[in-house]
């Protein structure tokens, strides 16, 4: 299918601007200014004629994509609101000419969307732009690299959940003790939360950036993994796809920090035939403290026909974000046996999921910024976010093959940049494949290919031990 062909509409009405909302303006909060990358591998060249003829009839429509930020007010009550104007395709589209026969194309491509975020986008126009790099790398025939402001947001609309049980009493036993464990784990992650804005640091390890790490140019690479091999694990463990991704997480970032004392160390440690380490060979000190910031939209996502609904004249799905925060503590430790990585993960994940910590998160900053304004809840989150480790995210993405005006997808890649943390981590999936993206500062994490790279062999490691401890039923031809 075609992702233009789901998109065309005509436009919304914003005569009179619409004010940005709570969680836009923190991203436009000084040193706190976020942008996503989306990286789009293509399996054709791009014909960028086709490209802006197809924009020109699907997203520059779309009110928030022809809409620019505008500041009015004075010095001490400054408004900020979106305001429709004339997009010029022209001043978004960048397609730069290119050398076919560059030597190292995906090293090419790396420095070049590097490059492109030492910029910041121009206010004076709709805050998106897309390059498009007519060029050859390892996993596509081209590449697109749309560059969002994340002030722009994310549709989403409400929705309500249910819950059904056919027997009243158990029903009614394990929702109070639901309850009561809901309000235990929310007491304890609010301490948790006050306690990271105070005082609370993550340990002091090799990935963990310094005070004024998000000024820095940051790194874009990826790498795809196979979904079947993550779907076989899920299975195989009676796991989400969420547990499985979040586990694989941890190894690899246990493979690489180990890596990273022992050069630190000049000690190594010993591996065995089937790839595990022994925890006595380990070099990662005790202890460590490390964790993750994960943004929760409150608002359920919306579809590609919702998009489209929301581009005609008249929709009420509503536009933007409602954030929450959770911090999600890893543990950074070399594991005998490599399914430990998942049973973890899902032993912490199942325990937030009895938590209103990003409900708690997002009405404590609303209350904050409808009271002191934008300056304050910012200053909250940059500075929670500067005392812990880094930033995970993942996105179910289409299960069929879509394209782009024409332009069969080979991957998507997304990320993001500009949070005072040193590293990002996202899961995209998208078909068969699973794409997994870092953001990266280079001066902390020097060799993003290589936390890839132990990240992809944790998959190997997890999908082996699963088949070999006879969890997974394997058709036999």
Not at 55 to 82: A, I
Not at 112 to 128: A, E, F, G, Q
Not at 242 to 263: C, F, M, P, W
Not at 393 to 414: D, R, T
Request: with cysteine; aromatic share 10%; glycine share 6%.
């Amino acid at each position: 299918m075609m992702l233009g062909d789901h998109v065309k509409a005509s436009r919304s009405s914003h005569d009179h601007g619409e004010p940005l909302s709570p969680a836009a303006r923190f991203f436009h909060a000084p040193r706190f200014n976020v942008y996503i990358i989306a990286i789009m591998g293509f399996k054709t060249r791009i014909n960028p004629d086709v490209v802006k003829a197809g924009l020109e009839q699907t997203l520059v429509k779309h009110p928030r994509f022809s809409s620019k930020m505008v500041v009015d007010g004075n010095k001490y009550c400054k408004n900020k609101k979106w305001t429709q104007t004339k997009v010029n395709l022209e001043d978004h589209i960048i397609v730069p000419e290119l050398d076919p026969n560059i030597e190292f194309p995906d090293s090419f491509v790396e420095d070049y969307v590097s490059n492109v975020t030492r910029t910041p986008l121009d206010l004076s126009k709709p805050l998106w732009e897309l390059h498009i790099l007519n060029i050859k790398t390892s996993d596509a025939e081209a590449v697109g690299v749309f560059r969002i402001h994340h002030s722009m947001g994310d549709v989403k609309k409400r929705a309500g959940s249910t819950f059904n049980s056919r027997d009243g009493f158990w029903w009614f036993f394990l929702a109070i003790w639901l309850f009561l464990r809901l309000i235990w784990n929310t007491f304890e992650d609010v301490l948790l939360f006050v306690a990271t804005i105070l005082f609370l640091n993550d340990t002091k390890t090799p990935i963990k950036g310094a005070p004024g790490v998000e000024l820095n140019v940051k790194k874009f690479v990826h790498r795809i993994v196979s979904l079947d091999d993550i779907k076989l694990v899920k299975n195989a463990m009676n796991t989400t796809v969420n547990d499985v991704v979040v586990g694989l997480t941890q190894a690899g970032l246990s493979r690489y920090l180990n890596h990273r004392y022992i050069h630190s160390s000049c000690t190594g440690g010993e591996e065995q035939k089937d790839g595990r380490v022994k925890e006595s060979n380990s070099n990662i000190p005790k202890g460590i403290r490390l964790r993750t910031v994960i943004l929760v939209n409150l608002r359920k996502s919306a579809g590609i026909q919702d998009m489209a609904d929301m581009m005609a004249k008249g929709s009420k799905i509503r536009w933007g974000n409602v954030i929450g925060y959770l911090f999600l503590p890893f543990t950074i430790a070399l594991q005998d046996d490599p399914l430990d990585y998942v049973r973890k993960a899902k032993a912490i994940i199942d325990r937030k999921k009895l938590s209103l910590e990003p409900i708690f998160t997002s009405t404590c900053l609303g209350l904050v910024f409808r009271t002191f304004g934008t300056k304050v809840p910012a200053a909250i989150i940059r500075r929670a976010f500067s005392n812990i480790t880094m930033a995970t995210s993942g996105v179910i993405g289409p299960q069929e093959e879509i394209s782009f005006y024409g332009h069969p997808i080979a991957y998507l890649a997304p990320t993001v940049y500009g949070p005072p943390i040193s590293l990002v981590v996202h899961f995209q999936s998208y078909v068969n494949k699973m794409t997994i993206s870092l953001s990266v500062d280079p001066s902390v994490i020097p060799d993003p290919h290589e936390l890839c790279n132990d990240i992809e062999e944790s998959l190997k490691l997890v999908r082996d031990a699963a088949i070999n401890k006879g969890l997974v039923k394997l058709d036999v031809v």
